[in-house]
């Protein structure tokens, strides 16, 4: 079946330090690939895609790259701020077909912590 | 951009009341609706698949008598904690997904219900 996993947590950095949390996956087919953000109290944002090999998502500075060779999907920010303390999830989207169509396969979250 | 909006926001009652959780997409239809459990500093754990017009599909382990899932249009499913007790205490999400998109397009979540049952 899908899974994803995350670096474990947490993580916590001074602000503006180089941020990298490490995300890979197991999957049958072609999934597309998503970072959400969680802040304390709140549903779930979603802060990048990417749907192909190679593909890179972007937003508010967080980046990611679609690496199918590696299967993996490392979520990175060069300049960290107080602000991007939440909780960080990896999820993947089942391509066509079987029962996990459409589905979100959750890693399993990574809190990060800024400091001023 | 899409907004899913969830109410109530935050629900406190006593052990044995049954509790309804409101599941809205407001500016687009969402043919299918996704209902997710977090526990404290854990990740999303799906519950079920809610399709409009139809029955929902449960994730193995998930008591459907216990969680009423209806999905009666295609903006709104409802989530119904029957005969709700302390182990139910937990965080309710909902995401949404735009009938008119393929899977590779995201979605969207509502702000979830944080449940407490005395």
């Given at each position: 079946?899908?899974?994803?996993?995350?670096?474990?947590?947490?993580?916590?950095?001074?602000?503006?330090?180089?941020?990298?949390?490490?995300?890979?996956?197991?999957?049958?087919?072609?999934?597309?690939?998503f970072?959400?953000?969680?802040?304390?109290?709140?549903?779930?944002?979603?802060?990048?895609?990417?749907?192909?090999?190679?593909?890179?998502?972007?937003?508010?500075?967080?980046?990611?790259?679609?690496?199918?060779?590696?299967t993996?999907?490392?979520?990175?920010?060069?300049?960290?701020?107080?602000?991007?303390?939440?909780?960080?999830?990896?999820?993947?989207?089942?391509?066509?077909?079987?029962t996990?169509?459409?589905?979100?396969?959750?890693?399993?979250?990574?809190?990060?912590?800024?400091?001023? | 951009?899409?907004?899913?909006?969830?109410?109530?926001?935050?629900?406190?009652?006593?052990?044995?009341?049954?509790?309804?959780?409101?599941?809205?997409?407001?500016?687009?239809?969402?043919?299918?609706?996704?209902?997710?459990?977090?526990?404290?500093?854990?990740?999303?754990?799906?519950?079920?698949?809610?399709?409009?017009?139809?029955?929902?599909?449960?994730?193995q382990?998930v008591?459907?008598?216990?969680?009423?899932?209806?999905?009666?249009?295609?903006?709104?499913?409802?989530?119904?904690?029957?005969?709700?007790?302390?182990?139910?205490?937990?965080?309710?999400?909902?995401?949404?997904?735009?009938?008119?998109?393929?899977?590779?397009?995201?979605?969207?979540?509502?702000?979830?219900?944080?449940?407490?049952?005395?």
């Amino acid at each position: 079946g899908n899974s994803v996993t995350q670096m474990e947590g947490p993580v916590t950095l001074s602000e503006e330090a180089f941020l990298t949390i490490n995300c890979t996956y197991t999957a049958t087919g072609y999934p597309s690939l998503f970072w959400y953000v969680q802040y304390p109290g709140e549903g779930l944002q979603l802060l990048l895609k990417a749907t192909k090999a190679d593909d890179k998502g972007s937003n508010k500075g967080f980046e990611a790259t679609y690496r199918k060779e590696t299967t993996s999907f490392h979520l990175e920010k060069g300049s960290v701020q107080v602000s991007d303390s939440a909780v960080y999830f990896c999820a993947l989207s089942a391509s066509a077909g079987g029962t996990s169509y459409g589905k979100l396969t959750f890693g399993q979250g990574t809190i990060l912590t800024v400091h001023p | 951009g899409a907004v899913v909006s969830q109410h109530p926001s935050r629900v406190i009652c006593k052990s044995g009341t049954s509790v309804k959780i409101e599941c809205r997409s407001l500016d687009f239809q969402a043919t299918t609706m996704f209902w997710y459990r977090q526990f404290p500093k854990q990740s999303l754990m799906l519950m079920a698949t809610s399709n409009e017009g139809s029955k929902a599909t449960y994730e193995q382990g998930v008591e459907k008598d216990k969680f009423l899932i209806n999905h009666a249009s295609l903006t709104l499913s409802t989530l119904t904690v029957t005969s709700a007790h302390p182990e139910d205490s937990s965080f309710y999400i909902c995401s949404a997904r735009d009938g008119r998109q393929g899977i590779d397009q995201p979605q969207h979540f509502g702000d979830g219900t944080r449940l407490s049952i005395l």
